[in-house]
């Protein structure tokens, strides 16, 4: 079973970058693929990015796409997602989220089996 510890969220002005990080322990991470998800109040928790198991593959919602990067880097066990040209509309907790295997293109958050603790992403305008 995979830990999650997600880290890099902050207050950020709008136009500004954040990178978010997210180390993985107790499993071996380069079998899992990973994933970043978002939750702003009051709404629910929506799919932002997803990295294949190499990092040949990803996958982005279209609001992010050209303004966010996710990698992952498996010799040291974690998967990173940088933002840049941030929005106020971004603001959210941002979540690591890591599975085994899972349906090609499937952005449903219960497609994924661990979950980290969520870090904040607060965009000002």
């Known amino acids: 079973q995979v830990q999650l510890v997600e880290s890099g969220g902050g207050l950020v002005q709008a136009g500004g970058s954040l990178r978010l990080s997210c180390a993985a322990s107790?499993?071996?991470?380069?079998?899992?693929?990973m994933a970043w998800f978002r939750q702003a109040p009051g709404k629910e928790r929506e799919f932002v990015a997803s990295?294949?198991?190499?990092?040949?593959?990803?996958d982005y919602t279209d609001t992010v796409k050209g303004r966010f990067t996710i990698s992952r880097d498996n010799a040291k066990n974690t998967v990173y997602l940088q933002m840049n040209s941030l929005k106020p509309e971004d603001t959210a907790v941002y979540y690591c989220?890591?599975?085994?295997?899972?349906?090609?293109?499937?952005?449903?958050?219960?497609?994924?089996?661990?979950w980290g603790q969520g870090t904040q992403v607060t965009v000002s305008s």
């Open positions: 989220a890591a599975v085994r295997a899972i349906v090609l293109g499937s952005r449903a958050e219960t497609s994924y089996d661990y």
């Open positions: 107790g499993g071996t991470f380069s079998t899992y693929i």
């Open positions: 990295i294949s198991r190499r990092g040949i593959i990803t």
